[in-house]
């Protein structure tokens, strides 16, 4: 089954930043979107941030201004650089991916990081 990797979760204060990478495996041809969900206690899972292989990006509106989702697309890598943290913003993390353009729900999943904002 293909895995996508994830890294970068951890605790921070509020108005602290963390950085999540996610690696793709090279076994996934023709990777054009790819992006970050997350899933908080109690709440459905939302799209945070998205990006495409033309660089088009999406991002929820609580983030706008905060997050920002970039992309190597040589090496199939996706990073999300989260600045002025709040503790809404802590919820397991989940790396995804797919081969369509836009922002569809997506084919390829990560384990999910866990990313703990304290007030």
């Known amino acids: 089954q293909v895995q996508l990797v994830e890294s970068g979760g951890g605790l921070v204060q509020a108005g602290g930043s963390l950085r999540l990478s996610c690696a793709a495996p090279?076994?996934?041809?023709?990777?054009?979107?790819m992006g970050w969900y997350r899933q908080a206690p109690g709440k459905e899972r939302e799209l945070v941030a998205g990006?495409?292989?033309?660089?088009?990006?999406n991002y929820v509106d609580s983030v706008k201004g905060r997050f920002t989702i970039s992309r190597d697309y040589a090496k199939n890598t996706v990073y999300l650089k989260m600045n002025s943290l709040k503790p809404d913003d802590t919820a397991v993390y989940y790396c995804?991916?797919?081969?369509?353009?836009?922002?569809?729900?997506?084919?390829?999943w990560g384990q999910g990081t866990q990313v703990t904002v304290s007030s």
């Open positions: 990006i495409t292989s033309g660089g088009y990006t």
């Open positions: 090279i076994s996934i041809f023709s990777i054009n979107t």
């Open positions: 995804t991916a797919d081969t369509a353009a836009g922002f569809r729900y997506p084919t390829y």
